[in-house]
């Protein structure tokens, strides 16, 4: 079945560490978004990405980094310098012409 | 820029009541329109979406319609069960219909109560 998948689950980060967080998609999709979501705030864009090898700064890119080597892969690196990670992350990807937006399950990232 | 506005939350409701989640946008040009809805521990689902003014997404008894006039696309449902517990988020895609992002509201999280 194709699908959107996120790893891991739950991922804990200590001071000063940098800690990547994985998404893979096998549904040809072009597009792929890292959303952060905290409680009432909603849903907030991170980077996206729309293309191979490109990829675009969203609303809170400061502390995270992105890489787009592969179509189906899109990792966020959460790093240091983001002194407030903890959140429930989301990836998603959408296919060119389409409106609609796949999810994954997400990654909830707490701090030790 | 663009901009989804709800209804803040959280809404209980008892099983089998009428339902309203207000969602308003900003935005130029002609938007598509979105709700999409989060279960638990779980990535976000696509309800329903309507693609021009007038137009009614409809999907699992929930609908929306697109009123331009208003600028809205308020979310409803004529009887809600236990099993539609859930946080609902309304989103717009603008401008361009390539892979720009879609812009969400903050969510309004509903509690359905036996």
């Known amino acids: 079945d194709g699908g959107i998948t996120q790893s891991p689950k739950y991922l804990f980060r200590k001071e000063g560490q940098n800690v990547t967080l994985s998404c893979e998609q096998n549904l040809n999709h072009d597009a792929m978004y890292w959303y952060r979501q905290d409680p009432g705030q909603g849903l907030r864009l991170i980077y996206y990405?729309?293309?191979?090898?490109?990829?675009q700064k969203g609303d809170i890119a400061e502390g995270y980094s992105v890489s787009r080597e592969k179509k189906e892969s899109f990792p966020l690196t959460v790093t240091s310098a983001q002194k407030n990670p903890t959140a429930f992350y989301l990836c998603a990807s959408k296919g060119q012409g389409y409106e609609k937006l796949f999810f994954g399950s997400g990654t909830q990232l707490s701090v030790l | 820029g663009n901009s989804v506005t709800q209804m803040e939350g959280p809404v209980t409701l008892s099983e089998e009541a009428f339902l309203t989640i207000n969602c308003t946008y900003t935005a130029t040009g002609y938007p598509s329109l979105f709700w999409y809805v989060q279960y638990p521990g779980e990535g976000l689902q696509l309800l329903l979406k309507a693609t021009k003014a007038d137009d009614k997404g409809s999907n699992k008894g929930f609908e929306a319609t697109y009123r331009k006039e208003t600028t809205s696309f308020h979310l409803e449902k004529g009887s809600v069960q236990v099993s539609d517990s859930a946080v609902y988020f309304c989103a717009l895609l603008a401008g361009s219909r390539g892979n720009t992002p879609l812009v969400f509201g903050k969510g309004t999280r509903l509690s359905v109560i036996a």
């Open positions: 990405s729309q293309i191979v090898n490109d990829f």
